[in-house]
């Protein structure tokens, strides 16, 4: 991929304003909401060049890229709940200030309100 040209962009503090708000409404940063409003008046005017780059892929790669669990499909199966495996043994009622259980927690807090 070619390397990207840095610019110097100067705007009135109004319009950097709002472009940052709608950029986070959409879930990216200000430099790229500039970007993607820049090629879509560009593609609506017909002027953007055939051989342009797609827009870099935003967010962070996946951790695992075999891992095909969509994310929050473990939420969906057990509700809010924690699985009884997180609570380790400090869920059978011992009182605080123990010793750290197999999870390590040694904050003394027992996992329930």
Request: proline content about 9%; aromatic content about 2%; glycine content about 18%.
């Amino acid at each position: 991929m070619n390397e990207r040209k840095k610019i110097l962009l100067r705007l009135d503090p109004a319009v950097h304003d709002a472009i940052t708000r709608w950029a986070g409404d959409e879930l990216r940063s200000t430099n790229a909401q500039i970007e993607f409003l820049l090629r879509r008046a560009l593609a609506g005017a017909g002027r953007l060049p055939g051989d342009v780059g797609g827009m870099p892929k935003r967010g962070r790669p996946p951790k695992d890229p075999g891992d095909s669990t969509p994310t929050g499909a473990a939420d969906e199966a057990g509700g809010d709940a924690p699985d009884a495996g997180a609570l380790g043994s400090r869920a059978g009622g011992e009182p605080d200030g123990e010793a750290a259980g197999p999870s390590g927690d040694a904050s003394g807090h027992d996992g329930s309100s």
